[in-house]
């Protein structure tokens, strides 16, 4: 059986993509979650996670003796093992050029869009739509961020014709579905198509699980909460 060791839905958003990515395929997995209590080397969850993984960090898969860390990690094992349990799956696209775009897309997303991710952090349940036009009027690389996932997305669902940025819900989608997150919490402006996507992304049952999920947790962590002093 997998384990997917995963931190707070409301919070952790590279947890939520691995997560995503099983339920929405249906394979059995059996969720842990390491509550976040601080990120300090003393607290309970940087002491748990350094038992799993070097890193210390969330997502962990274990499977049998194996320890998959990192997010792209976990996503490639899992797609490798969908082909042997699960082939009428496809976690990345079936066509190898459409693949290839599919690993760019993530790559990018592993390594950038920092701008956008230190000033909208993940917070499922909230909705901040006055820091979302502060953050995006005052910082011009939030604004760059944005314009890059629009134009991408945009050029992904174009030349597949959607649903999904590769038609089906792929590796991508769970990737992208954090961001998902925060343009919704901070209502940053995106085209009626890419509206489109979203509203498909958050229907979709994987991520709506994780939502709902996280919309039930009701843990309010001042240190993940840059913007409201409480729920
Ligand atoms: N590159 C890692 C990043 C994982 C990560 O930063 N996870 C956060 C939770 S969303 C974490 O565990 N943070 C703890 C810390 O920074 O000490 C991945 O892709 O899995």
Redesign the pocket.
């Known amino acids: 059986m997998l384990e997917l060791y995963i ?1 707070n839905k409301n ?5 939520m993509r691995p997560w995503v990515l099983l339920r929405h395929f249906g394979i059995p997995f059996k969720e842990v979650m390491l509550r976040f209590d601080g ?1 300090e080397p003393g607290s309970a969850f ?1 002491q748990a ?1 350094s038992q799993l993984a070097p ?5 962990v898969l274990v499977h049998g003796d194996l320890v998959v ?4 990690a976990i996503a490639e094992y899992l797609a490798e093992y969908a082909d042997e349990h699960f082939p009428e799956h496809a976690l990345w696209p079936r066509n190898q050029a459409a693949r290839a775009r599919a690993r760019s897309l993530c790559a990018e997303m ?1 390594a950038g869009f920092g701008a956008l991710r230190q000033a909208c952090p993940m917070n499922v349940e909230a909705a901040l739509p006055e820091v979302g036009a502060r953050v995006l009027a005052e910082q011009p690389a939030v604004a760059a961020d944005l314009a890059r996932i629009v134009a991408m997305w945009s050029g992904a669902l174009a030349a597949s014709g959607g649903p999904f940025l590769f038609g089906g819900f792929t590796i991508a989608d769970a990737y992208y579905a954090p961001v998902v997150a925060r343009l919704r919490s901070y209502a940053l402006p995106v085209p009626p198509a890419v509206g489109g996507y979203l509203d498909r992304v958050w229907a979709s049952p994987g991520v709506a699980a994780w939502v709902a999920d996280a919309l039930a947790e009701h843990d309010f962590l001042a240190f993940e909460e840059p913007y409201r002093q409480h729920r």
């Open positions: 931190g919070y952790s958003s590279w947890s990120f940087k996670a890193t210390a960090k969330v997502p860390w990192d997010t792209l592993h």
